[in-house]
């Protein structure tokens, strides 16, 4: 399909500006212009909407196909969140009103919005007050790194390193990196958990904190939180809480009774705001109260007359993480979500997610290995190994899937587990829809056994088979040359 | 799997090949070339850089990994083969010879002592098939 | 009110399936001291009730206020074709495109942002986005002390100060060390700049037009950075670029900015769209996605995401970056508005923003007591000194139904008579003359 850019012809137009209605006229000096236009695509309206509707075509989404991702919780996004998020009072507010004067009061709405999802959050949670900045799940994860690193610094301790479980998602590590520490890679025991035995020798007085995700990325809660939680904060460290996998348990545990100091939440996974093809998202951040102080500016309070404003002067405060109060528009949404779900269907919905996933990893245990064989939360991991042995490899059983109108799971991930597939239904799916992908996994692994190269084929019903990555590394083509300049004159 | 005969190898899989009084020059071994599946950028060690054996010396990027290349001995950097960086994929296919890495003027060659031959390799290469 | 489809049927089939005797038994990984007791919120709602609730939520906020007000967000038009394309649900309810076959939309639409962002700024190279413009300044910064190997950071004054206090925030617990030049209501002052740089700077910090709305030609500021071997990084902002300098005629080596004014509403502070662009050979240095150009066995044009390995999926605690969910829609309708514009529609739109502006500067100028600063040529926001503090006639115009402006004072102390008024193309004629007219009524 030919890019935008190609289907450009000069002349042509896709939206009529108006012409100025005031009788001035802005003269920039030449020497402040830019010499050469940007050369943007000249087309009609119709070509665009054509264009981009076609490309839609082009991908497996929720709306058209199961999504089993793993750790990525793809649920039905409501048609509904669209619409409030939508709505003018909203979409229109200028973040700077509450800065000018009076202005508090001309958000009211805006401000009561942020207020109540931080107090669901912190009830779902347990922890004593949330932010709503933070702009996406690893920006949580910096923005919780950052205030463990001010409430140290707090307490005149520079401590320099975090301790992060081998399984745990790269942004784990990568976060804690840029706030300024040292990563120290903890080990999961043949359980698939961190061993409080084999944590006690990586935890000492240099540990700022445990970063884990519980349900962790094999979907299994690790009964020894607690344990864990009481060997870090005997030397000071903190416990935190990447709450990608939320899903699991929201309504049933909550991260605040199991010890932990610091929770990101991704809303765009728990809260079913929808992920847009790689965002936006929110990862609103919680804490507990001795690390309320050194939340970001600004926190939204409730007054005693019951109106809503923004409190800027906080002296501790680890200052601005976004520009204003978070992807507003976003946390909207999950407020629409939460409001919808009520505290029944919060928990019904972790009930649902975990009733999906052990009812899948029923069916598959006999036809896939399963590496660490209990029961599971609201995800599982597959191993493909017995059947990379013959020649057909985790990479080979996605794009069957692909062939079957089944989005993949996530592969390759957590590398611990050779030829993982993992695999996260979300409480959305039909049963019907479930035994499909059951259906479609047994397809597959017979073919492994019987014609291998059918799936090393695979997939051919896509607008293009496998790509070529290596090429695509080597000879680097990450934007659209420029129509020459000999065939522009 | 080929592993010439004509060279000392390392367990993290780079090969060391004496020649004559001169420079030792350094590569990786089609085991390596094979992991990686796809060599997509090198990150080269300076000429004139003196390195001790066993530390680290270039980056090595294939699409889903990045693997550091380790000095089989030390010494000093005398040469590194620039035509890696316009065509990355002489490490696919022409490790052992085009494919080279960098040249080291040995400090010791008693550390050579510490490397495995072919015979020795190929056997260490079978316990990790398992 | 849930979105769960089995009915209780096929619970117990499922359960049975299992081996479970109930949904209860699925936790018991959890033990019972572990369990949470019952949630303190309220019960469930159905739709009608949500949508409701939301409106009359949406009703108690001010958007009724005719809006002078910019800082870096602001008012302009949203085509509607750019909000129905991001109702599409195949774009809109998709992951990030790890599985390239099944993704091309997403990736191509990204390669072809890309190549609209190097047109719009002049660079080589794009990001697939960041989340906003200031998160985008930061990494721009540390991608600078990566590629020299240096930790110091001049700030120049006119960038945006919410992304100033960003860029401190972030780098309290590295060893970053920031040098602010000294606040001119005014284009940089060059005299000003030279002394701080020296063989310690990573980069210098830009941005055009400034917060005071000033535009600029940088390339002397860019020349003084590069002679002490040190990077220039400069925020824009798109809509300008339709007629100013862009980056990279300015020898910019990291452009970034705040992408709201391409297509999104302003939603109270987010989503926005962080952009970033720079030179072909600091690419490996770059954070974010990037998506790029390849080939299938068939010899089909296809797109995948590449260089994968600066990110923090591969290289963890070594990635570029942590970023991993980004504002991939937001860069859609970027690019559904820009290709919507246009090469000769962008042109128009500044053009436009930068005539209301300069009506609505020729009309409050003329109000006794009130002078408009014109140190250097403004875009579509600028500054006038007022006779009395700004706040207060702030206030009073929002009683007459406008957000007249931002107060500058808030972020610049002495400055509290000064007001930063921005005008968009969606301005009037009328509107900005009964503005003008209100202010004088408060003078």
Same mark, same amino acid.
Request: proline residues 6%; charged residues 20%.
């Given at each position: ?68 991702? +793993? ?31 009076? +202005? ?147 309504g049933w ?91 029944e269907?919060?928990k019904r919905?972790a009930e649902t997610a975990v009733l999906n996933a052990n009812y899948?990893?029923a ?12 029961r599971?939360m ?112 | ?130 | 009110?849930?979105?769960i489809?089995h009915?209780d049927a096929q619970r117990r089939e499922m359960l049975e399936a299992i081996g479970a005797a109930s949904a209860e038994d699925l936790f018991a990984d959890i033990?019972p001291?572990?369990r ?34 910019? $800082? ?196 109270? $502070? ?174």
């Amino acid at each position: 399909m030919n890019l935008i850019f190609e289907k450009s012809t000069p002349g042509r137009r896709g939206f009529r500006v108006p012409p100025s209605d005031v009788p001035s006229r802005a003269e920039i000096p030449q020497a402040l212009r830019r010499t050469r236009d940007a050369e943007l695509p000249e087309v009609s309206e119709l070509e665009v909407v054509r264009h981009f509707t076609q490309l839609s075509q082009r991908n497996f989404s929720i709306d058209t196909h199961m999504y089993p991702l +793993g750790s990525c919780t793809m649920k039905y996004n409501p048609r509904f969140l669209e619409d409030v998020a939508a709505l003018e009072g909203f979409s229109r507010l200028h973040p700077l009103l509450p800065q000018l004067r009076g +202005g508090g009061i001309l958000t009211q709405g805006a401000l009561q919005v942020l207020y109540e999802v931080a107090q669901w959050l912190c009830e779902i949670t347990g922890m004593a007050q949330f932010s709503m900045q933070p702009l996406a799940g690893a920006h949580g994860e910096l923005t919780g790194a950052m205030l463990i690193a001010a409430y140290h610094r707090f307490h005149g301790n520079r401590k320099t390193t975090v301790i992060i479980p081998d399984s745990a998602h790269g942004t784990n590590p990568a976060s804690a990196a840029i706030a300024g520490y040292q990563v120290v890679a903890a080990p999961s025991n043949e359980r698939g958990v961190l061993d409080p035995a084999h944590v006690k020798d990586l935890v000492n007085d240099q540990t700022a904190a445990l970063m884990l995700t519980c349900p962790n990325t094999l979907g299994l809660f690790n009964r020894d939180i607690r344990t864990l939680a009481d060997m870090v904060h005997a030397v000071g460290g903190l416990m935190y809480y990447d709450g990608a996998n939320l899903n699991a348990i929201a309504g049933w545990a909550r991260p605040g009774d199991l010890g932990f100091d610091v929770v990101q939440l991704n809303l765009h996974k728990t809260f079913a705001t929808p992920h847009g093809g790689g965002g936006p998202g929110a990862g609103p951040v919680g804490v507990a109260e001795p690390l309320v102080p050194f939340l970001p500016t600004s926190v939204v309070v409730k007054r005693a007359d019951g109106t809503y404003a923004l409190e800027y002067d906080r002296k501790d405060s680890i200052g601005y993480v976004a520009p204003f109060y978070g992807n507003f528009g976003v946390i909207l949404k999950a407020y629409a979500y939460m409001l919808a779900l009520g505290r029944e269907g919060l928990k019904r919905m972790a009930e649902t997610a975990v009733l999906n996933a052990n009812y899948l990893l029923a069916r598959l245990r006999p036809h896939y290995k399963v590496p660490f064989d209990r029961r599971c939360m609201h995800e599982f991991v597959l191993s493909a190994a017995p059947q990379a042995k013959k020649g057909v490899k985790a990479l080979d059983i996605a794009k069957g899937l692909i062939d079957r109108g089944i989005h993949p799971p996530t592969m390759y991930f957590p590398g611990i587990v050779p030829e993982a597939l993992m695999i996260e239904p979300t409480e959305t799916e039909s049963k019907e829809t479930l035994d499909a992908f059951v259906d479609a996994m047994i397809e597959i692994a017979r073919l492994a056994d019987e014609d291998p190269d059918a799936l090393h084929r695979a997939p051919t019903t896509t607008p293009v088979g496998r790509l070529d990555e290596v090429a695509a590394a080597r000879r680097l083509d990450v934007c659209f040359p420029l129509p020459d300049d000999a065939a522009q004159a | 799997m080929h592993i010439p005969d004509d060279r000392l190898y390392t367990m993290e899989h780079e090969w060391l090949k004496q020649e004559g009084d001169g420079p030792a020059r350094i590569g990786l071994s089609a085991y390596a070339a094979e992991q990686l599946s796809g060599v997509t950028f090198i990150e080269l060690p300076k000429k004139g850089q003196t390195v001790k054996r066993g530390q680290k010396i270039a980056n090595v990027e294939s699409v889903k990994a990045v693997s550091d290349v380790y000095a089989p001995a030390g010494g000093a950097i005398v040469e590194v083969n620039g035509a890696l960086e316009a065509d990355p994929s002489l490490l696919d296919e022409q490790h052992y010879d085009a494919g080279w890495i960098c040249r080291i003027d040995l400090a010791d060659a008693a550390e050579l002592d510490e490397l495995m031959d072919a015979k020795a390799y190929r056997e260490y290469l079978n316990t990790l098939a398992g | 009110m849930d979105f769960i489809p089995h009915t209780d049927a096929q619970r117990r089939e499922m359960l049975e399936a299992i081996g479970a005797a109930s949904a209860e038994d699925l936790f018991a990984d959890i033990p019972p001291a572990m369990r949470a007791g019952e949630l303190n919120l309220p019960a469930g709602h159905s739709e009608i009730w949500v949508r409701n609730h939301l409106e009359h939520l949406a009703a108690k906020n001010a958007t009724h206020l005719t809006p002078f007000v910019g $800082g870096g967000f602001y008012d302009h038009y949203v085509p509607s074709a750019v909000t129905a394309i991001l109702r599409r649900g195949e774009l809109y309810t998709a992951y990030t495109p790890y599985q390239a076959e099944a993704s091309q939309g997403t990736l191509q639409a990204i390669y072809e942002y890309q190549t609209a962002i190097c047109r719009l700024t002049g660079m080589e190279v794009a990001n697939a986005s960041l989340y906003d413009g200031g998160t985008a300044l930061y990494e721009a910064a540390m991608m600078a002390t990566r590629l020299t190997g240096r930790n110091k950071i001049v700030l120049d004054s006119g960038v945006n100060p919410i992304y100033r206090n960003m860029l401190h925030g972030y780098t309290r617990n590295l060893n970053v060390a920031f040098r602010e030049v000294p606040t001119a209501c005014g284009p940089t002052p060059r005299d000003q700049v030279e002394p701080f740089l020296d063989e310690e700077t990573a980069a210098i910090v830009l941005q055009n037009p400034n917060f005071f709305g000033f535009i600029d030609d940088l390339a002397d500021v860019v020349d003084m950075a590069h002679r002490v071997g040190a990077l220039a990084v400069m925020s824009c902002y798109p809509i300008s670029l339709g007629l100013v300098k862009t980056p990279g005629e300015m020898g910019v080596d990291i452009a970034t900015g705040e992408g709201q004014s391409l297509g999104l509403p302003l939603s109270f $502070g987010g989503p926005y769209l962080g952009f970033m662009a720079t030179r072909k050979k600091f690419i490996r240095q770059m954070p974010g996605r990037l998506a790029g150009v390849t080939h299938d066995k068939e010899g089909r044009r296809g797109f995948v995401l590449t260089l994968q390995t600066r990110e923090q999926h591969i290289r963890r605690q070594g990635a570029t970056s942590n970023i991993c969910t980004n504002e991939a829609l937001c860069a859609l309708a970027a690019l559904v508005y820009l290709s919507l514009v246009g090469k000769e529609g962008l042109k128009e739109v500044a053009q436009l923003c930068a005539d209301k502006a300069a009506y609505a500067a020729q009309r409050l100028d003329r109000i006794d007591g009130v002078s408009v600063h014109r140190a250097a040529p403004f875009f579509n926001e600028f500054v006038c000194d007022l006779p009395v503090y700004a706040g207060e006639i702030v206030s009073g115009l929002i009683e007459k139904g406008y957000a007249g402006g931002f107060p500058l004072a808030q972020y610049y102390p002495g400055m509290e008579k000064r007001l930063l008024v921005a005008v968009t193309e969606k301005r009037t004629r009328e509107e900005i003359g009964a503005f003008a007219e209100a202010l004088e009524g408060l003078l």
